[in-house]
């Protein structure tokens, strides 16, 4: 028969003598954490759908065309709006996820106190960079407005509204980085492991 081990041996996981504070999240980075967080599974979502929609419809254009011999001209139109927004989503998911193309072998070399002063600059950089973008963005709006598609009649507008959205979501997303990087690690108390 096994024994089963004393329950007071048991180490408590809380000391009522001596009662820790609890520490409590900077309010700024849960609001930017979750930015990211949802600006990741809007990109994500805005890419899956534009990819179905773009999918289907020249699946069915092509089933037409050699099926019937005939054409759908909006399943060739269509797709052509939903491409930007396929690549615009793609890239605000990548950039929430942390992927990039950039080598960052050299940047890994340096200390911590080192990259996280490059984190500053290069972020800060990004942020300021992106959100020229946008406001160069706001000019081209006037001329995309007067402009329409010549099978539907779609405002351009439509196609042109994925660059905006791509900018200020990158912008956005950069600029939380930025105070990531700027705030540096978060300082824990003794005894707790920051994971």
Do not use: C
């Amino acid at each position: 028969m096994t024994q089963s081990p004393d329950l007071e041996e048991a180490e408590a996981d809380f000391d009522p003598d001596n009662p820790q504070p609890i520490e409590q999240p900077d309010p700024f980075s849960l609001v930017t954490d979750r930015l990211n967080l949802g600006a990741t599974y809007l990109g994500g979502f805005v890419s899956i759908l534009a990819f179905v929609v773009i999918g289907s419809l020249l699946l069915v254009a092509v089933i037409l065309r050699f099926a019937f011999n005939s054409s759908l001209g909006f399943a060739v139109e269509i797709p052509a709006f939903a491409f930007p927004w396929l690549i615009a989503g793609g890239v605000v998911a990548a950039m929430g996820r942390g992927g990039h193309l950039a080598v960052d072998y050299f940047a890994n070399k340096l200390a911590d106190r080192n990259r996280r002063y490059l984190d500053i600059f290069v972020w800060a950089v990004s942020t300021l960079t992106l959100g020229f973008l946008v406001y160069i963005s706001t000019l081209m709006i006037r001329p995309y407005m007067g402009q329409s598609s010549p099978i539907l009649g779609l405002p351009m507008m439509i196609s042109y509204g994925a660059y905006i959205y791509m900018a200020v979501s990158l912008t956005l997303q950069s600029a939380a980085r930025f105070y990531a990087a700027f705030r540096g690690p978060v300082p824990h108390p003794k005894g707790i492991v920051n994971v």
